[in-house]
Nanobody, 125 residues
């Protein structure tokens, strides 16, 4: 059983930064692509960023390109999301997830099989 635990969320003013972490259990973390998604109240969960198993490839939603950076440390079984220049519309619960497939950086929720419990990010204007 894989467990994903997010941390690092909080309240920040517009223009500020936060770094989210997602710690994974198990020995196979480095075999899988990982992703970050977010869900705002009343909205569907949406893709934010994904990273390949090696860290060599990344994918971002247009809304966060140039502001967010996804990275990973396989020695620590952890994936990160550095969020800069935050905007009020970034307010959401942020989830990390493990991809089902190693050959594609998925952008849909059905391409991921394990999910964390989420961490709240609130950006005030």
């Amino acid at each position: 059983q894989v467990q994903l635990v997010e941390s690092g969320g909080g309240l920040v003013q517009a223009g500020g930064s936060l770094r989210l972490s997602c710690a994974a259990s198990g020995r196979t973390f480095s075999y899988y692509n990982m992703g970050w998604f977010r869900q705002a109240p009343g909205k569907e969960r949406e893709f934010v960023a994904a990273i390949s198993w090696s860290g060599g490839s990344t994918e971002y939603a247009d809304s966060v390109k140039g502001r967010f950076t996804i990275s990973r440390d396989n020695a620590k079984n952890t994936v990160y999301l550095q969020m800069n220049s935050l905007k009020p519309e970034d307010t959401a619960v942020y989830y990390c997830a493990r991809s089902r497939a190693a050959w594609v950086l998925g952008t849909n929720t059905n391409e991921y099989d394990y999910w964390g419990q989420g961490t709240q990010v609130t950006v005030s204007s």
